[in-house]
């Protein structure tokens, strides 16, 4: 077969346009520094690429996610420290003034010694950070503690109780709060069961001491109604030690549905088991009950109590204040009454910083993550700049050549048979 100059011609052209097409893509891949420019370029590499930045993007978010808890944290452990400081000066000040002179000057300036430390623990309980409040829970509506409207005490102004969680990874939320209620209220934890095997009617009462803010001892009694399966009626009065109910009127029952699988507590008046607020102002009474642990089962009722403080700190303060402006020395259950609310203290603190560790571990794992995933991304999509350089240098050189080859076994140029 007779190859014709024509012939010659067309293959010359051909393959010099491929290695052209070579050039510029390696030109291409050089400036952008990326091996495709569209998806279709490399479908499964594009595949790869998006998927692998979809888990990079999550581990980014609960990056974020640790560093703004963290901040959050620092903030409150700092508020915290400043409080630890201030009842260890206050608990200093009780004992100084219970051992020393009973002269009435000397009881008023103490006197005005625990009103200044009663304006510095409420300002630190009302402490914001980035207009949120550290202690309020998850309610922001409202200053969460301030006094009644005849300042004689401290009220709780909105829901302490709330937690504040956050996704540290793609299996794990995070609590990242102190609530309120667990720092400053007083929880009774009630812990037990009812039996399930009761009639309809049949009432189980427990009991279990309680504290006012001048460390004064009062029973709750808690009496617990069936009213139909798995369902009882709750109410409670609190008495003195002479037997006399604190209130004037007996208080509203609380309806309490447990799950007939489970034996769980399932709802506390048709709501999820929260825990309950019982108060009276004129003895200084006011704590949270927590019921949530409570079952039903078929075995005899069975109740304990556990409280993590006697008192609420903010009256257990005004009490002090106001006793001491009468010329009354503070008590010993006044002064175990501070010392267990800095026990308490402490141990939330020790508890946050528990949480700051793991989430600090946390975040050292996603650092690896990132670099990880990054990596990967990189060999997907990025050039490897040596080798293409290598590849550039010698496309470039292949094409030079082909153009001299060209013009020795082409005389002619390609324009004439065009």
Do not use: C, H, W
Request: glycine share 4%.
């Amino acid at each position: 077969m007779r190859i014709s100059d024509s012939m010659l011609s067309q293959s010359y052209s051909y393959n010099l346009n491929n290695s052209l097409e070579k050039l510029d893509k390696m030109q291409t891949q050089m400036s952008t520094q990326k091996t495709y420019q569209l998806p279709s370029d490399n479908p499964n590499a594009a595949r790869r690429v998006i998927t692998l930045q979809d888990k990079l993007s999550q581990v980014k978010t609960y990056q974020t996610n640790i560093s703004d808890s963290l901040t959050f944290m620092n903030e409150t452990t700092s508020t915290m420290d400043s409080m630890n400081d201030l009842m260890t000066q206050a608990l200093s000040n009780l004992t100084t003034v219970k051992n020393g002179s009973q002269d009435s000057s000397d009881l008023n300036n103490y006197a005005d010694k625990f009103s200044a430390t009663l304006k510095s623990l409420l300002d630190y309980a009302n402490t914001t950070y980035n207009d949120q409040y550290l202690f309020a829970g998850t309610d922001n509506s409202t200053k969460p503690f301030d006094y009644n409207s005849d300042s004689s005490a401290v009220d709780i102004k909105s829901d302490i109780t709330g937690d504040l969680n956050v996704r540290v990874s793609q299996s794990s939320i995070q609590k990242i709060n102190v609530s309120g209620s667990d720092l400053f209220s007083t929880i009774v934890t009630q812990n037990g069961n009812l039996n399930t095997s009761d009639v309809v009617g049949n009432t189980t009462n427990s009991s279990t001491a309680i504290y006012g803010s001048d460390g004064k001892a009062y029973t709750l009694n808690l009496t617990y109604k069936k009213t139909d399966a798995d369902t009882y009626s709750m109410n409670y009065d609190i008495v003195n030690g002479s037997g006399t109910s604190v209130y004037s009127t007996p208080q509203a029952s609380l309806e309490l549905k447990f799950d007939s699988g489970t034996g769980k507590l399932q709802t506390i008046n048709g709501n999820a088991p929260d825990k309950i607020n019982i108060k009276s102002s004129a003895q200084g009474i006011d704590f949270l009950l927590d019921s949530s642990s409570l079952t039903v089962k078929n075995s005899a009722a069975s109740m304990t109590y556990s409280a993590n403080q006697k008192t609420n700190i903010f009256n257990t303060l005004i009490q002090i204040k106001n006793e001491l402006k009468s010329g009354t020395l503070p008590t010993d259950e006044q002064q175990t009454a501070v010392q267990n609310f800095l026990n308490n203290l402490i141990n939330q603190e020790s508890a946050i910083g528990n949480v700051q560790d793991q989430l600090d571990s946390t975040n050292t794992m996603l650092t690896t993550n990132v670099t990880n995933l990054t990596s990967l991304i990189s060999k997907q999509a990025d050039v490897d700049v040596a080798k293409l350089t290598i590849d550039l240098q010698s496309q470039e050189t292949a094409l030079q050549a082909t153009y001299k080859i060209a013009s020795m076994v082409l005389p002619k140029s390609l324009l004439d048979y065009l």
